[in-house]
């Protein structure tokens, strides 16, 4: 027979157990391991436990805890070009053997020269054409399947790696700490939204319906006696500059309570995020890290290059307005996750 | 000193409770309990029975388990004209003492005397342009007071009840135990989506971020150094028939497994549910009660009314492709929560 004290203690054991799972769910380790001990991490740290504590004057229900990123420059690196520009150019040139009108023709041979020159000459409109020519005239699920192919063969010129190996590890940790904590992380992003969301759920734990971006027109039609959405050669929305605030309230309906960018595209995001009432943050990636990344601005008197600008008019409003500037060299341990 | 058994009973006891708790989430009560029994609920409990249990072969990721409701006559009462539509014949009524040309312009002149010949002659046309006038050149956030207090103040002309207490209470249910299961619930309304996200979630336990629906174009400005998103008088999307499916993949990016409509404006969505792979789930709510609602088709001989005509070309549809079709009056056991 068991005595009094190893029985009691059996029952207990069984309590302090699943006492023990609770426990260790809130007094995990470090959540941002990737991000340097400072004023960033801190106020990151701060404003996530304000928010998510019951009964404190900043406490947010979790409903309301929106949190919007921009992708290129902010979760992955957007140099020496976009990714979905280093994707049409090779979509361009797959293509070309069915164009051969493309030889001769503007903005498509200076992709076939790789002529970057010519290219930047053709501009903005140039620029559109190559985009409806690779990113239109196929249905949705083949699009998805042509973007899934290109990402797992494509390799970053620097790095030689796949593009999506080359995500912020400071930001997934970002993002899956703000999860844990019952924020709702969304994407806002001046890229075509089919471009990414083959793989942000992957990548980033952000699901296909928390995905914001730019769109082109689609149309239903029967084929074979299946519905298809075809991808017609037109642009529908653009989700940049003062179309994010546009395309939150569209796609979101609800103002972020945190919101992340890196580039003068992301200022009216930021603006929009912070003239909601009660706490907020704001936060900009200040690319200063040309040995493990790149460093770019205008701003700080770093270099200005085509993709992502950071000018120094930003700077300025970040300052006025108290909007964190997370710098890559000063607050990240690591930028990617394969990174020492 | 407390003998062994009852020291170890205590002990257990601490386990037995702690367990308990997860042993009465599973164990719940009937979770359709307006819904009479029979094939179409058998149908919905099999459905979600299927899709929610591991190792079985049609179980569905949570993250796929996406399903989209209709709003209008699927959700709540459409009859005898769109909640919008009265809304947008009120505002008109409101703003009319600003708007003294409309006493001898049409389609106002129409809306002021009263006249529904006259407004129906006024057709489409005459009715984007009360949509536009009703809808637009005010800011987002004006515009969701606007509607907040109407629908506070409003009254259906029949119940005499504010018109979200015009919901279906076996919907009601059904929404949340497909979330209780581990579904996403979405809605996928022709209705505008600012219209809707002001109320959603409080009614349906649908969040902002989850209605998808008509949309008109909005502008980001500064207005005394503050932000806002003033309301165009320019329609951006429809989201009705062929625009539903497109209207899913733009808004949601992946493709529901289960659908619910009422109407010709709901067929385009149930197709493209029904063309995924795995299981799926595809309903329609036919309105055969007009004792408790209403009753109207033209399909099976109901009256042809001008909103949310179900075709007879509809119910062969549904036949054809094994959509099940709720009979308001055999499937309910009540129709609003206010019921007997």
Same mark, same amino acid.
């Given at each position: ?19 023990? #799972? ?43 805890r ?11 690196? =957007?140099?020496?070009?976009y990714?979905?520009?280093?994707f049409?150019? %090779?979509?361009?040139? *797959? ?14 041979? *200076? ?22 020519a ?14 899934? %192919? ?14 999506? =190996? ?14 844990a ?19 942000? =759920? ?32 037109? #642009? ?11 395309? #939150? ?25 912070g ?36 000018p ?14 997370i ?14």
């Amino acid at each position: 027979m068991i005595s009094h004290r190893k029985a009691f203690l059996v029952g207990l054991l069984g309590v302090l157990w699943l006492f023990s #799972i609770a426990v260790t769910a809130t007094q995990a380790a470090d959540p941002l391991p990737s991000w340097k001990e400072g004023d960033t991490k801190q106020a990151i740290m701060t404003f996530v436990e304000a928010v998510a504590t019951p009964g404190t004057p900043n406490f947010v229900p979790p409903a309301e805890r929106i949190a919007t990123f921009d992708n290129d420059g902010t979760l992955w690196t =957007e140099h020496p070009t976009y990714t979905q520009l280093a994707f049409a150019l %090779d979509r361009v040139k *797959a293509l070309a053997p069915q164009h051969p009108e493309w030889q001769v023709t503007q903005p498509f041979k *200076a992709v076939l020269d790789n002529d970057l020159k010519a290219l930047g000459a053709a501009g903005e409109k140039g620029l559109v054409e190559l985009v409806m020519a690779s990113h239109a005239g196929m249905s949705t699920a083949e699009f998805e399947t042509i973007v899934t %192919d290109w990402l797992g063969k494509a390799r970053h010129a620097r790095f030689n790696r796949p593009y999506t =190996e080359l995500v912020y590890q400071p930001m997934v940790e970002l993002l899956a700490f703000l999860r844990a904590n019952g924020f709702k992380t969304f994407i806002v992003s001046g890229g075509g939204v089919e471009f990414m969301r083959p793989w942000t =759920e992957k990548i980033y734990g952000i699901p296909p319906e928390q995905v914001v971006g730019s769109t082109i027109k689609t149309q239903y039609e029967m084929q074979d006696g299946k519905p298809v959405l075809m991808r017609l050669p037109q #642009i529908d929305f653009i989700d940049d500059k003062a179309g994010k605030p546009v395309g #939150i309230n569209k796609f979101i309906g609800r103002r972020p309570i945190l919101a992340v960018g890196n580039s003068a595209g992301d200022r009216e995001m930021l603006e929009w995020t912070g003239a909601g009432n009660g706490p907020r943050l704001m936060m900009l990636v200040f690319h200063d890290d040309a040995r493990r990344e790149y460093a770019y601005g205008p701003a700080n008197g770093l270099p200005d290059t085509h993709f992502g600008a950071f000018p120094q008019s930003l700077m300025e409003e970040a300052r006025q307005k108290g909007w964190g500037v997370i710098s890559m060299k000063g607050d990240w341990a690591r930028v990617y996750a394969f990174d020492k």
